[in-house]
C-alpha cells in the first residue's frame, strides 16, 4: 500500500536549521500535491506549506512564509521542508501527506495519504 516515511527530525536550538524529507512510496507521486502539516501537544493539526505535483507552486501559512521551503524531487519520490530561522513555537510532529483533488490546499480534508510523523523540538 502507499506510504509515506518522514524523516530529519530532531532536537534544535532556535536560530537554527532543519531538513525534513518525505519519501513516498506505490503513489503515483508526479501526479500528486504535497503537503506538510504540524501538530503541536493539545492543538489541531494545521497546514504549513503545500507545494504543486509538479514543483510549480508553493503555498505557505503565514507563521512561516520566509522562514521555510517546501520542495520535491519528483526523480526521487520525495519531498522537502527546509526550516531555517525556527522558533520554539515551531516545535510540533511535522507530517507530510499527499493530496487528491479539491479547492483549498490547506485543508487537511483534501489528503488521502499520511506519514507517521517525526518531531521537532525547538528549545529556547
Known amino acids: 500500500q502507499v506510504q509515506l516515511v518522514e524523516s530529519g527530525g530532531g532536537l534544535v536550538q532556535a536560530g537554527g536549521s532543519l531538513r525534513l524529507s518525505c519519501a513516498a512510496s506505490?503513489?503515483?507521486?508526479?501526479?500528486?500535491?504535497m503537503g506538510w502539516f504540524r501538530q503541536a501537544p493539545g492543538k489541531e493539526r494545521e497546514f504549513v506549506a503545500a507545494?504543486?505535483?509538479?514543483?510549480?507552486?508553493?503555498y505557505y501559512s503565514d507563521s512561516v512564509k520566509g522562514r521555510f521551503t517546501i520542495s520535491r524531487d519528483n526523480a526521487k519520490n520525495t519531498a522537502y521542508l527546509q526550516m531555517n530561522s525556527l522558533k520554539p513555537e515551531d516545535t510540533a510532529v511535522y507530517f507530510c501527506?499527499?493530496?487528491?483533488?479539491?479547492?483549498?490546499?490547506?485543508?487537511?480534508?483534501?489528503?488521502?495519504?499520511w506519514g507517521q510523523g517525526t518531531q521537532v523540538t525547538v528549545s529556547s
Open positions: 507545494i504543486s505535483y509538479n514543483g510549480g507552486t508553493a
Open positions: 506505490k503513489l503515483t507521486f508526479g501526479t500528486r500535491d
Open positions: 501527506a499527499a493530496r487528491r483533488r479539491g479547492w483549498r490546499i490547506e485543508d487537511l480534508i483534501e489528503y488521502d495519504y
